[in-house]
């Protein structure tokens, strides 16, 4: 499976974007842009890299509990240079990212800055095929590209 993610906007705290999964559109969100990695405040280079499940840590615990057996493991993209335990996740703020991508069904730019919503919606209609892929033969990748800077 090959996931496609856009990002469309940036601003000076965030960035916003669309992935498609299986014909599904959900909005991403995620830290802004720097050309000098922040921890926890930089978006990841745009790529292609492999999606693995992980099994392991506190939000995996929290995952499992909240989704109950839909959660195979955390979404977890592999060989981002200068990045560990970069995940796809639920979220709605960018001070929620940690350098993950957020998904969410709606989106918005206003006074409290760029958002998403309906995060747990997201995640749900987007999880089961990407964990179905990354346990199949073929795998999982996501394909990231800059429509914005």
């Not at 974007?17 to 995620?30: H, I, P």
Request: charged content about 25%.
């Amino acid at each position: 499976m090959l996931i496609k993610m856009k990002r469309f906007y940036s601003d000076h705290k965030a960035t916003q974007g669309v992935m498609v999964v299986n014909g599904s559109m959900v909005y991403t969100l995620e830290d802004e842009k720097r050309e000098v990695k922040v921890r926890g405040e930089t978006r990841i280079p745009a790529g292609t890299y492999q999606i693995k499940l992980r099994n392991e840590g506190g939000m995996t615990k929290r995952y499992a509990e909240k989704f109950g057996d839909m959660h195979k493991g955390m979404l977890w993209l592999q060989n981002v240079d200068n990045f560990e335990w970069v995940y796809i996740h639920i979220g709605n703020r960018e001070d929620q990212t940690d350098g993950c991508i957020l998904v969410g069904l709606e989106a918005a730019n206003n006074s409290l800055g760029i958002t998403i919503q309906r995060s747990t919606d997201a995640y749900k209609l987007i999880y089961p095929a990407i964990a179905s892929a990354v346990l199949s033969d073929n795998g999982a990748f996501i394909e990231i590209k800059d429509e914005c800077s």
